[in-house]
Structures are given as structure tokens and as C-alpha cells.
């Protein structure tokens, strides 16, 4: 066996780079054949093989730069069986050993994070994220062409489609203090790109109405045993809410619509969303034609799409298509939320806990079940006045529920 | 078709100033008799006489300090080292002297120092050195390497008429080898302007900043680079002092890498003061390291095979420009 070291090339070179091997483990190599290349301070070049034999060991790879003497393969008779390309331990043929050399980075973990001044400056001018390059340069480097490239790209993209508002910045994960560091999945990254979205399309309000469910919760209470006895579906609050708003929503129309462009879409079809919270996310099945449905196949269908929502059965066009939306915090024991607008949509319903509260009737205080409503809306198409009405008319309906539910 | 030589260029540059303008005169070793050592100056005894071609010792210092003290009377003396290499033995009276004169005293020293420089015609260590350093090193002398015939004949002109001290500096390899078309020396600038630098090829990898005769390694690696996709931008400085950096940099800021080739040896070269021009005023355009192509730090070898290793080569530039090219 003999070791091949690197070279010394010159009286003050400490350390040489492997930019080529020409060989591969297992090839012959004969004595004066060039072997690898190198290159130092000073020069660069070929370093011919200094034995006969097989190559059995690279033990410096190519792009790896280690001190003079260090051995950066070896040649035998036959492969050695472990062959690990990382630095060698200090060899005792070479007495005085040379410091081991810091491990040198893949050139996976390196992408991204070595450029030039110029491909930096770029970056900065160009707002690139250098991280989300990979890099075509030595070592992973991001180049100048890699930059172009990617300007390039992204000028077709942003011509095809719409433009896509950069995300948010984003404070980096600092090394102040323990974190852990996660990969968001990708429907965290979907809802935060839809929720700093809508913030940044509508013009958000939030009203508040509070309402007396009484006769909903009775009428749920004396019901819901036989409801999920003979219809085998259990009864929640979601189907009267539901009901409640597609019956105002065909009286404030605007609150059923979109805005595209300079125009105005009025929805003629109320195609309901109900927000069903997972594990690790959100998502909001859409009740389509919900209007057209009685009270047991609109309860059936929110059951249905809540279920298979969270055994992630869900086809695409059931969480497409939404005309209004509502959704439902108070399980938790919030009082209210401010949702915020699910786009295109104009308007967002959030029900917050029912809870008995004191509550004067009739210059008497009585004892009732109360809802807080809360009304996020897009003041670029409702006005206050329109938003309070449709409110007043939701309030209205859930408190004077007649609608026989079975 | 006549054919004009690189040494041709000089010789007519001189002839030609000497027939404009009678201050004009030449001091040397066999200048005038034996009609220089590279014959140079052959025929120009018989033209002008032995009192404007004067046949000098073996004494630089001597024969710098007598043109010295002519141009002081009214003279424009163009002095002509055998050798560049023995320069040395004026140094003193060029660094301290020439040099210092305007500075000092407000008195101009309007000579031309001329001779032959650089290796690869195996003259061994004392008759192949490139000895532009010292002087490009010493305020108050102009310093310039011509490359093409035209450069040869314009820059000497430009150096005559020159109201400073001027090195010029004239690469022996080139004297015979480098040739061009007499019509193409006649529609070229009659005098090159000292401190412009010239492009002489467009590229958009890497530009490679380079003159003497180093100029033509550059573009012979230009070539082959070119067939593997690698374009280089060749730049022909013509005058280290004073340098047009502006060119430089122009072409860094369009090109974004840069490898600084020359002939003479690494440590104190022009290389590193270009780096360093580079690294101040174009740090933001560089994607790549600055690179440097030069002779090693050694004496200019003797031996064939060692000189030819020595001396940069159109390999040594593709090497090089392939590694910066995929930094």
C-alpha cells in the first residue's frame, strides 16, 4: 500500500486543493501516470501517480483543500473496503502530522450561502432570496448567470401569471436563545400565504352583534337525540347559523359577492363555507347550493364535509367556490374573533361560544343563551350601514328560530 | 506588400522624431558605430552624425546622468540600455534624480530610456528580466510596454515628445515575430497617447488585463477558450504609468471576473496593484476571486524547459480562466 499525499509545491504553500481526480477507485494507475490535480497559492497542476497499482482509497475529494502531507488517497492491490472521503487521522508515516483541516461542507449544505460581492449586491438590488437559488458554481456558489437565470424566469413568470405579492418578511430564526426549527407543511404555508392575502386585498371590518339563541338551544336540545337516532346525523349549531345567513344574504346581496377588477360579481348561488379546524391547520369545505337544501340536508352535508375533512377526503371543488363563509371559534370559550376574509370573498361570519348570561327582557333579568356574532367584511364593497342591516337580519332570524328541523 | 516589425516600428519612431526635431538625440552602448546591439540604430550614425548618435561606455549611470544633463540644456536625449536588465545600474540616478528633478526644482527631464526586456529567447538571467516594477514604483517617471507595432512606433514617438522622464520599455520577443502591413502602420495613430489603455477583444466571462507581449498569450488562450464556450475580454494597458484604470474598471463592471497577466515575477507585480485597484472601486462587480497569472518568483531561468515553465503560457491562461470561468 501506498499513500498518496498532497504535495508540497512550493516553500510556503501550507495547503493545496484536489480539483481532479483522474482516476476512480479501482482503476489501474501506473507509476508517472497523472493521478489528480491540484491547485495551490502558486500553481496548479497534475501530480502523477507515485506507484503502480490499483487506486483503492480517495480519501480528499475533489474541491477539498487540506495541508501539504496530508494523504489524499491511497494505492493498493485491490479496493479498500471502507472508503471514506473526509480527512484522514494523522498518519504515522508523516511524523510531524498536519492539523486536521476543518471538515469542508458538501456542496449541498454550502448552496446558497457563498456568492460574490456582485451576485450579493444583485440579491439586494434585485430583492432575490439568495437562499432559494441553487447554485451552479464551484462548491454550490450562486453565480452571476445563476442570478440572471433566475431574474429571467421570474420575469415570464410574473408575466404569465398574475403577480404574486412577495411574502411577508419574515424575522430570520436567530441564534439568540433555543429554538427548534420546522419546515412549515404545505398547508401552513398555503393559509399563510392566503391569510397575509386577504390582509392585503380587503379593507377589513369587524362588527359585533350579540344574540339571543335561546330558542336554537332548546329546540337543539329536545331534538338532537332523536336527529341522530333516525337521521343518523348529530345536530350542531352550524345548520341553523347557516340558515340564518343564506336567508339574509338574499336580502343584502353585497354581501354575497366578489370584486374583480373594477367590477362587481354578484353571486346568485350561495355556496356556504364552514371553517373545520385539524391538526396542524384549517380548512373550509364549501356547502354548495346551500339554499336549495331543507334543514336535514344542509345539517347532513356540513356533517358529511367536517368528517372527511379531517380524514382528509376532501375533493378539490369541495373547498372551491365559496360565496360566504362562516366559521365557529367558540368551542374553545372565545367570546369573538375578527376572522379574516376568505378571498375572494367579501364577508366572513365568526360565531363565538353561546354561554347563559344575564340578560334584561322585558326590564326583567333574565336568564338566557347568548352568542356574540361577529362580522368581518371588505369596506371596499359593504358599507357599515349594509353590514349592521345584514347583521340586524341574522340576529333576528336565530332569535326568533320557527323553522320546524324535523 | 511591405512588412514593418515590431523593431522596424521603433527604429522609425526614432528616425522620424530625429528628422522633425533636431534636439533629438541618441546615447548607448555601439549605438552609433555597430548599430545597436538588436540594430536598432542601424544607419543612424551615417544620417545624423556622431554629435546626436553617441557611442557611449559601458557606464549606465554615466551616460543617464549625461542625458540628464542635457535635457537640462535644451536637448531631448533617448537613452538605449542594451539590455534593460542593466538599468540597474542606473537606478540611482533615474530614481533620485530624473525622477525628482520637476518635483525638486520645477525642471522638467524630458529623456526617453529604451531597451530591451523580458525572457522566452533563452538569455538567461541577466538579459531577460522585466524590470517595470522598480519604476512604476517611483512617482515622477512615465512607464510604458508597447505590444503591437503601431504602439511601437507611437508610444516611442509620444515618450520623445514627452516633457517627463519616460521607460520605455520594449519586449526583445516581439522584435522580430510581431509584424504588420506598412499601410496598416501608416493609417494608425501617428502618436499613441501615454495612459490609455486599449480592448482588444470583447468578451463577457472574464476579462484579462495584460500588455507586452504577454498580450498575445492572452489572445491565443482567447482561441481556445473560445471553443469551449469561455470569451474572454482581452485588455492591452500599453502604459503602466500612468495606468487607465478607468478601462479596467469599465470592463470589470461589464464582465464581473478578472485575471491580471504578465511576464515578469508574481510578488510586487503590476498583477497586485491592479488587484487591488480592482478590489477598492469594484468590490460590488466582482463574482468572482481576482486572479493572477504571472512568472513565478524566481530569477529567469536558463534552461530551456525551465524558462518555458517559467514564462506564463496560452495553457497556464486557459487553466486559470477555466477555473475562474466556473468559480
Keep these: 500500500m501506498t499513500d498518496v499525499i498532497m504535495p508540497q509545491m512550493g516553500e510556503s504553500i501550507a495547503e493545496g486543493t484536489v480539483t481532479k481526480w483522474h482516476k476512480k477507485v479501482g482503476d489501474r494507475v501506473e507509476r508517472d501516470e497523472p493521478l489528480f490535480e491540484i491547485s495551490t497559492d502558486k500553481v496548479d497542476t497534475e501530480i502523477p501517480s507515485p506507484t503502480s497499482g490499483i487506486l483503492s482509497e480517495i480519501r480528499v475529494g475533489e474541491g477539498q483543500t487540506v495541508p501539504i502531507n496530508t494523504v489524499v488517497g491511497v494505492i493498493g492491490e485491490k479496493v479498500a473496503e471502507a472508503r471514506v472521503e473526509a480527512p484522514p487521522p494523522p498518519s504515522p508515516a508523516h511524523p510531524p502530522a498536519p492539523p486536521t483541516p476543518p471538515p469542508t ?27 432559494t437559488l441553487s447554485g451552479s458554481g464551484q462548491g454550490g456558489r450562486v453565480t452571476k448567470q445563476d442570478v440572471l437565470k433566475h431574474l429571467e424566469s421570474r420575469a415570464t413568470a410574473s408575466s404569465e401569471a398574475a403577480e404574486v405579492p412577495a411574502p ?29 392575502q386577504s390582509r392585503r386585498t380587503s379593507a377589513h371590518v369587524t362588527t359585533v352583534f350579540e344574540a339571543d339563541v335561546s330558542r336554537i338551544v332548546q329546540a337543539r336540545e329536545s331534538l338532537k337525540g332523536t336527529f341522530e337516532k333516525e337521521e343518523g346525523v348529530k345536530l350542531t349549531y352550524t345548520p341553523f347559523l347557516v340558515r340564518a345567513v343564506i336567508a339574509a344574504l338574499k336580502s343584502f346581496p353585497a354581501l354575497n359577492a366578489s370584486i374583480e377588477g373594477d367590477r362587481i360579481l354578484y353571486r346568485k348561488d350561495y355556496n356556504i363555507g364552514v371553517a373545520v379546524s385539524l391538526e396542524g391547520g384549517l380548512i373550509v369545505p364549501v356547502v354548495h347550493h346551500a339554499d336549495e337544501k331543507s334543514f336535514l340536508g344542509l345539517a347532513r352535508a356540513v356533517s358529511d364535509l367536517a368528517e372527511r375533512a379531517r380524514g382528509k377526503k376532501l375533493k378539490p371543488e369541495e373547498v372551491q367556490g365559496g360565496t360566504f363563509t362562516v366559521t365557529n371559534p367558540g368551542p374553545y370559550g372565545s367570546l369573538f374573533g375578527t376572522p379574516i376574509i376568505n378571498q375572494p370573498q367579501v364577508a366572513i361570519l365568526g360565531v363565538g361560544g353561546i354561554h347563559k348570561r344575564p340578560v334584561v327582557v322585558n326590564d326583567a333579568i333574565a336568564v338566557r343563551s347568548m352568542v356574540y356574532l361577529a362580522l368581518s367584511f371588505d369596506h371596499r364593497l359593504v358599507d357599515g350601514a349594509v353590514a349592521d342591516q345584514f347583521m340586524a337580519d341574522v340576529k333576528r332570524r336565530l332569535e326568533g328560530w320557527d323553522e320546524k328541523i324535523l | 506588400m511591405t512588412e514593418v516589425t515590431y523593431l522596424e516600428a521603433i527604429r522609425r519612431a526614432m528616425w522620424e522624431e530625429m528628422e522633425r526635431d533636431p534636439r533629438v538625440i541618441l546615447l548607448g552602448e555601439d549605438v552609433g558605430l555597430y548599430g545597436g546591439a538588436f540594430k536598432v540604430t542601424a544607419g543612424f550614425l551615417e544620417r545624423f552624425g556622431k554629435d546626436r548618435i553617441i557611442d557611449t561606455p559601458i557606464s549606465e549611470e554615466g551616460y543617464t546622468g549625461v542625458a540628464i544633463g542635457a535635457s537640462f540644456n535644451g536637448l ?23 525622477a525628482k528633478s520637476r518635483y525638486r526644482w520645477g525642471a522638467g527631464v524630458p529623456i526617453v530610456m529604451r531597451g530591451p526586456a523580458g525572457g522566452g529567447v533563452r538569455a538567461g538571467p541577466f538579459h531577460s528580466q522585466n524590470p517595470e516594477m522598480h519604476f512604476v514604483h517611483t512617482p515622477g517617471i512615465k512607464v510604458v510596454a508597447p505590444a503591437t507595432v503601431a504602439d511601437a512606433r507611437g508610444l516611442l514617438k509620444a515618450a520623445i515628445r514627452d516633457e517627463d522622464p519616460v521607460l520605455y520599455l520594449e519586449h526583445k520577443k516581439l522584435y522580430r515575430h510581431v509584424k504588420a502591413s506598412l499601410a496598416e502602420l501608416e493609417s494608425a495613430e501617428d502618436v499613441v497617447p501615454i495612459g490609455r489603455a486599449l480592448v482588444r477583444r470583447r468578451g463577457e466571462d472574464i476579462v484579462v488585463v495584460t500588455y507586452s507581449a504577454m498580450l498575445y498569450v492572452a489572445l491565443e488562450a482567447a482561441e481556445i477558450l473560445a471553443k469551449e464556450g469561455i470569451e474572454l475580454e482581452v485588455i492591452d494597458l500599453r502604459s503602466l504609468v500612468p495606468l487607465d484604470k478607468e478601462c479596467v474598471l469599465e470592463s470589470v463592471r461589464r464582465v464581473n471576473k478578472v485575471m491580471i497577466l504578465h511576464e515578469d515575477t508574481r510578488t510586487g507585480g503590476m498583477a497586485g496593484e491592479i488587484a487591488a485597484i480592482v478590489a477598492e472601486e469594484a468590490f460590488d462587480d466582482l463574482d468572482g476571486p481576482i486572479v493572477r497569472v504571472t512568472a513565478p518568483d524566481t530569477p529567469v531561468p536558463y534552461a530551456a524547459a525551465l524558462e518555458d515553465a517559467f514564462i506564463p503560457r496560452a495553457e497556464d491562461v486557459v487553466r486559470a480562466a477555466r477555473r475562474l470561468a466556473a468559480y
Design chain 1, 168 to 196: 411577508a418578511p419574515v424575522a430570520a430564526a436567530t441564534s439568540q436563545g433555543r429554538v427548534e426549527i420546522a419546515p412549515m407543511s404545505a398547508i401552513r404555508k398555503s393559509i399563510a400565504e392566503h391569510m397575509v
Design chain 2, 76 to 98: 531631448r536625449p533617448v537613452v538605449e540600455y542594451q539590455f534593460i536588465d542593466f538599468i540597474a545600474n542606473a537606478f540611482n540616478m533615474i530614481t533620485n534624480f530624473a
Design chain 1, 105 to 131: 461542507p458538501s456542496a449541498t449544505s454550502e448552496r446558497g450561502h457563498r456568492s460574490s460581492p456582485l451576485v450579493r449586491r444583485m440579491a439586494r438590488e434585485q430583492k432575490i432570496d439568495l437562499l
